[in-house]
């Protein structure tokens, strides 16, 4: 019976131990995949970042072109005679037509505020003003302001600085 037993054992140790290196393959080809696995998810991260970056590069080339043909455009208008006068004053007119109508605008609203029972006393009540100054300085027209702010004189800046810094 110790026969059987040690020759029923050895089989199934000799079994064990030659199954053993296919089990360590296994779990060396699981993590092999895994480490695999991990590996394309960071190049492509990699490859989005770049990607991403291109363009911002490309957007920002844009930009600078854009600027550069409105300038070479703005300075090579013929401003003789009365039509390049009219021709170079077109958008200047336009801007100061738009602010006195912004301005037309916000004085009506203020009026109305006022003939429609304000506080009484708009001028010397401080509550009325509290009351007048959100019809004056809404957060629609604090981003209009931003956006002529940022057109007329921002990208001059920006651009300003990055010659500075690349000169």
Do not use: C
Not at 38 to 60: C, F, P, T
Not at 141 to 148: E, L, Y
């Amino acid at each position: 019976m110790a026969i059987i037993t040690s020759t029923i054992v050895g089989t199934l140790v000799g079994g064990l131990t030659s199954a053993l290196p296919m089990v360590v393959r296994f779990f060396e080809r699981r993590e092999e995949l895994r480490f695999q696995r991990d590996l394309s998810k960071l190049k492509m991260e990699q490859a989005r970042y770049e990607a991403e970056h291109e363009i911002r590069v490309v957007n920002a080339t844009a930009d600078a072109f854009e600027g550069e043909s409105l300038r070479r455009h703005d300075s090579s208008l013929d401003t003789r005679g009365f039509f390049g006068a009219l021709r170079v004053s077109v958008r200047p007119i336009i801007t100061y037509a738009f602010f006195i109508a912004f301005l037309a605008i916000k004085a009506i609203a203020v009026y109305t505020f006022i003939k429609s029972g304000g506080s009484g006393d708009w001028l010397g009540n401080a509550l009325a003003w509290s009351e007048i100054y959100p019809i004056i300085w809404d957060e629609n027209t604090q981003a209009i302001f931003g956006a002529i702010m940022g057109f007329w004189f921002g990208s001059r800046t920006i651009e300003r600085l990055g010659g500075h810094r690349n000169g």
